[in-house]
């Protein structure tokens, strides 16, 4: 242990005035067996660090082929490994000179021993989650609807919330939000989703039966929907049907459904198209209003993200393409969408870029950075940067 004395003599090779710095001197040494490979450093927003004071936890996840994402119960943090010239030093019985007091008079000397060193921290980026994958376990195994007399239903590949955490790259927050808009559902305990065919087969029944009802579809009745349904179908699929495809609400203490027209009809409007690789725009069109409940009204705006116009070919044509069977890397991403189309409008590329933005990021900014503009009679087009192999 080093002495007052010791530190002095110090300080006067050093040239420094004692009187220039605080009065405790703090001496530090290495434990026994200290190593780098003891301790991990990472760095800390002050989100975080509130999140870590409250007693909440981060988990890091990640399949042993894929990069490690950090998680708190809201948000997802990319993992990166920084490096520094500097020795970073874990002292934990080491004070800031906030920290210290001035009780004792004059130069003293206070002991703190060095726990672990690094050359290098975690440094935390925040990210969107990796949810793809989600409702690739899901359609594992779809629910087609109650086992018929004398079937038994398949019990493999089918995930709890826990067994999603374990393998899905997001917050708990995040993973039930998708699982929502995938329109998942938890049946005896695992979360399932719908197959699609008994999916448009729940809203059928639901929108046949306001239409046989004569009810607006701003007010459906829970109740009157479970009891004319419930020899067709479980009442539970009815009202996940009606959560799906409707806002909930209350009047005078009887639960009503408001039907979503923009929702109902991209949903009738998927099942059109999913069979045909392309559609004629004008037909389509037609066959669409047609399918729809009698009052709705159907409109292309209905369909961005999920289904592709082409106003360059004679006769004009419509395909299905959802943005969530893109891929989420946004380079590929890019690269996959110049491989179908060369050259985008805007109007059209937004639905499908949109939610790689990150925070405070625009469609705009991401074009800029992975696309090259010019014009083409008078419209702004964009093309890649770079030839894409089709």
Known sequence: MRTLEEVQATLEIAKLKEEDLLPTIQCLSFGDNVSSADYCLMELDETLCKHIEAGE???????????????????TYDLKIADTSNLLL?????????????S???????????????????????????LKKLKRLLMENPYEGPA???????????????????????????????????HACQIDGYWRVLDFDYEMKLLGHLTQLVDS???????????????????????????????????????????????????????????????????????????????????????????????????TSRPETIS?????????????????????????????????IQDLCGEKQTTGALLTKYARSSVQNGIKVFNSRRPVAT
């Not at 000397?109 to 290098?120: D, E, K, L, R, T």
């Not at 709705?296 to 592709?308: N, P, Y």
């Not at 893109?326 to 491989?339: C, G, Q, Y």
């Open 104 to 130: 004792q008079d004059g130069s003293h000397v206070v002991h703190a021993q060095i726990w672990g060193f690094c050359n290098s921290y975690w440094e935390l980026r925040k990210q969107r989650p990796k």
């Open 148 to 182: 018929l007399g004398g079937q038994e239903e398949n019990k493999e590949n089918r995930y709890t919330m826990e067994d999603l955490l374990d393998r899905i790259q997001a917050s708990e927050e995040e993973l039930k939000v998708h699982l929502e808009t995938i």
């Open 57 to 75: 936890s981060l988990v890091i996840r990640g399949d042993k082929d894929e990069r490690a994402v950090l998680c708190s119960s809201n948000k």
């Open 90 to 102: 874990f002292v934990p019985g080491c004070k800031t000179p906030d920290q210290l007091t001035s």
């Open 213 to 311: 009802e004569s009810w607006s579809f701003d007010k459906v009745p829970l109740q009157s929907s479970l009891e004319e349904l419930a020899p067709l179908e479980p009442r539970e699929m009815i009202e996940h049907c009606l959560n799906c495809y409707g806002k909930r609400y209350t009047e005078n203490d009887k639960v009503f459904y408001a039907l979503h027209e923009d929702k109902v009809c991209r949903g009738l409007a998927l099942m059109l198209l999913q069979n045909a690789i392309k559609f004629n725009l004008k037909e389509f069109q037609d066959v669409w209003q047609q399918s729809v409940p009698e009052g709705m009204s159907t409109r292309l705006e209905q369909l961005k993200g999920v289904a592709l116009v082409d106003r």
């Open 320 to 352: 299905l393409l959802r943005v969530e069977d893109l891929p989420e890397d946004t380079v590929e991403r890019f690269n996959h969408l110049f491989s179908l189309r060369e050259k985008w409008t805007e109007d059209d590329i937004t639905p499908y």
